[in-house]
Antibody, heavy 112, light 112 residues
Framework: EVKLQQSGDELVRPGASVKISCKAS????????MYWVKQSPGQGLEWIGT????????SYNQKFKGKATLTADKSSNTAYMELSRLTSEDSAVYYC?????WGQGVMVTVSS | DVVLTQTPPTLLATIGQSVSISCRSS???????????LNWLLQRTGQSPQPLIY???KLESGVPNRFSGSGSGTDFTLKISGVEAEDLGVYYC?????????FGGGTKLELK
């Protein structure tokens, strides 16, 4: 069974960084790209970027360049997204996804 | 960026009724490789989005055949032939043809 298990919800201070993980199981991690999506409270969905674990190649939505950094660890079948210099605008649920499976989401709350 | 406009924003239906959702793109979604990367997803309340349809009309594994997708170029439609209670939630179209990937604003399917 394909599963994308994300790390737990985060409460972080403004200006700090946070790193979210997405552990893949049930398939060959390097065979699929992984993408990340932001869903702000009561809002729609925004594509942040995509990583191809096999060749460590990334592509980003220009809006999130400098905000999000995507990495992947092939040894642990885990994808990561780090968000930096957090503000209240970054409070949202963040999903990792394959085109056919999504993780359960991580709620990031930025508050002092 | 490609703008995907979904109509209607809210859809009221009775169980067993057939309904359609429209997704119109600001640009053709036909890729130079001949594929049209238009997907449909369903987000039930409190859950992560679930992919339903990819490449305009292909059903993801396990998706009931009461769901169907059609369209080409800039105009796409998701049809549900006989709404069931488990179909309630917000439907999104998503395009992968052009960077940045973008989502429609969503259509909320509710019971009448």
């Amino acid at each position: 069974e394909v599963k994308l298990q994300q790390s737990g919800d985060e409460l972080v201070r403004p200006g700090a960084s946070v790193k979210i993980s997405c552990k893949a199981s049930g398939y060959t991690f390097t065979n699929y790209a992984m993408y990340w999506v932001k869903q702000s409270p009561g809002q729609g969905l925004e594509w942040i970027g995509t990583i191809i674990p096999l060749i460590d190649t990334t592509s980003y939505n220009q809006k999130f360049k400098g905000k999000a950094t995507l990495t992947a660890d092939k040894s642990s079948n885990t994808a990561y997204m780090e968000l930096s210099r957090l503000t209240s605008e970054d409070s949202a649920v963040y999903y990792c996804a394959r085109p056919d499976y999504w993780g359960q989401g991580v709620m990031v709350t930025v508050s002092s | 960026d490609v703008v995907l406009t979904q109509t209607p924003p809210t859809l009221l239906a009775t169980i067993g009724q057939s309904v359609s959702i429209s997704c119109r793109s600001s640009q053709s979604l036909l890729h130079s490789n001949g594929n049209t990367y238009l997907n449909w997803l369903l987000q039930r309340t409190g859950q992560s989005p679930q992919p339903l349809i990819y490449l305009v009309s292909k059903l993801e594994s396990g998706v009931p055949n009461r769901f169907s997708g059609s369209g080409s170029g800039t105009d796409f439609t998701l049809k549900i032939s006989g709404v069931e209670a488990e179909d309630l939630g917000v439907y999104y179209c998503m395009q992968f043809t052009h960077y940045p990937w973008t989502f429609g604003g969503g259509t909320k399917l509710e019971l009448k």
